[in-house]
DNA sequence: GTGTGTGAAGCATTTCACAGCC
DNA sequence: GGCTGTGAAATGCTTCACACAC
């Protein structure tokens, strides 16, 4: 439906809430596998369970994309991916650079789920002189030194900082001052970025330590320690049908 | 899915809300640094400056836990990272498992924020019997084959998954099976896991959209494109003083 | 009948703002 | 005087439940 009133709705001019944004990408990959098994429609009950969300959710966050199912029916497969890459921003390409190719860098810089997904590793950069030129994943290493100009010359606007955690703000500040406006930061340290800039941070200890607190309280069942604290023993997260945390949080990658 | 019941009540008496919980791991490594300078005290402000969140957020946080604090005066350092740790459950050593060795699995390895904040890696399994016996962040690689003994000889409860997408599902079946409880999974893919089995996934992809979703509406502007219509406004997000994108809800689940 | 789209209700989280203790 | 701890208000997100379109 669109033609006729395309009207963006509602939803004032905000926009779309971050926890919606949040799960666009887990119903685009879940599309995309429908895709490529020719399913033409879906019921929002089924794209739920295959994104891991409740399907009143999912039917809410679609309507703050606008009115993409027919009722009775379901939603059209590719028509949906098409709507929400676009909505994602995903239909223009977007040039990445890497900063830091040690272990994680490496294993980003081989991350098939990029290319596929309109990003596109423009250049992967690291302080060490001895790995300049070295190839990684196909691509040739440069060295820091070079990091202005290669922001520049490729139009970089996201840049991905995988260096220790005492190379992380001097990084970070390099390529604002170079003109990437979001950063993706996998060093265990806070940032300070001017106003304008996006960082989003993924931090390994951190998702293991939310495990660690769960966990503790499974085994520990008498509740009591101490006092009463703990609810109920045994059962402690939630419900429903949701598997991701995401609302929110981490990200991630596979090798 | 799940249930049937619903609706603990949650985190009623003293369970902390999902919340704080994902911050705890944040203020622990803010409070680190400081007690690594000897700093004695904080007060909730310059402690949240440097978690990067706001300090009625942080006061709030800690009110949960109990009452650490001095009015007048502030937190103590060294007493904050022990009750936060004990807490999250990081008093105690958590045996952890990685299982697929690629370039991720391997950054995994040698990731040093594990040891240092509870948890050990007790063994790196990976498919390729070309990996087996090979040594990565000092340990040797075994083989698939082997992952109940390992599991069930270590006491392992936490299994961190690096595979490819498409073996993640059977190495989360086998790793429930032999008793694992908590999973982190980098894998691409939704796990279905059985209730009382929490679940956490990163997903770098899912990450970089974000930020391509919030890049896009920057420069934006023009946007037409086709025929919806993006708001229009320049400058979306954000506010305060919050780094973190994450506002998100995090993650856990159970299935 | 079937399944979407959406007000309205229900919860959770954040922010405010100030009383209370040092 | 300074800073914590916390009710209460504000905001944001999720779930319900049903009218409506197919």
Redesign the pocket.
């Known amino acids: 439906?669109a033609t006729g009133r395309t009207h963006r709705?509602?939803t004032r001019s905000?926009g779309i809430?971050?926890?919606?944004v949040a799960?666009l990408p887990l119903y685009l990959r879940a599309l995309t596998a429908l895709s490529e098994r020719s399913v033409p429609t879906?019921?929002?009950?089924?794209?739920a369970a295959a994104a891991g969300?409740?399907?009143?959710?999912l039917?809410?966050?679609?309507?703050y994309l606008?009115?993409?199912?027919?009722?009775?029916?379901?939603?059209d497969v590719e028509y949906l991916v098409y709507q929400i890459s676009r909505e994602l921003g995903l239909t223009q390409d977007w040039p990445v650079v890497i900063v830091g190719i040690g272990n994680l860098g490496a294993a980003l810089a081989n991350y098939g789920g990029f290319a596929s997904r309109g990003f596109r590793v423009a250049a992967l950069i690291d302080a060490d002189p001895g790995l300049t030129g070295k190839p990684v994943a196909g691509i040739p290493v440069q060295h820091t030194d070079e990091l202005e100009k290669i922001i520049k010359d490729n139009g970089v606007s996201i840049g991905v900082i995988a260096t220790p955690a005492g190379a992380a703000q001097q990084v970070c500040d390099r390529l604002v001052a170079a003109g990437v406006t979001s950063i993706l930061n996998f060093a265990p340290t806070v940032l300070s970025v001017p106003d304008g800039v996006d960082v989003r941070k993924v931090d390994l200890s951190i998702e293991l330590q939310i495990l660690a607190f769960h966990e503790q309280r499974k085994s520990g069942e008498e509740t009591a320690a101490g006092d009463g604290a703990l609810p109920a023993a045994v059962t402690p997260r939630?419900?429903?049908t949701?598997q991701g945390p995401d609302?929110d949080v981490p990200a991630v990658m596979p090798a």
Not at 42 to 47: F, G, I, N, R, T
């Open positions: 439906m709705p509602a905000r809430p971050e926890a919606t799960r879906v019921s929002s009950e089924e794209l969300v409740n399907s009143a959710k039917r809410k966050d679609f309507s606008g009115s993409y199912g027919t009722r009775g029916v379901g939603y939630d419900d429903s949701d609302g």
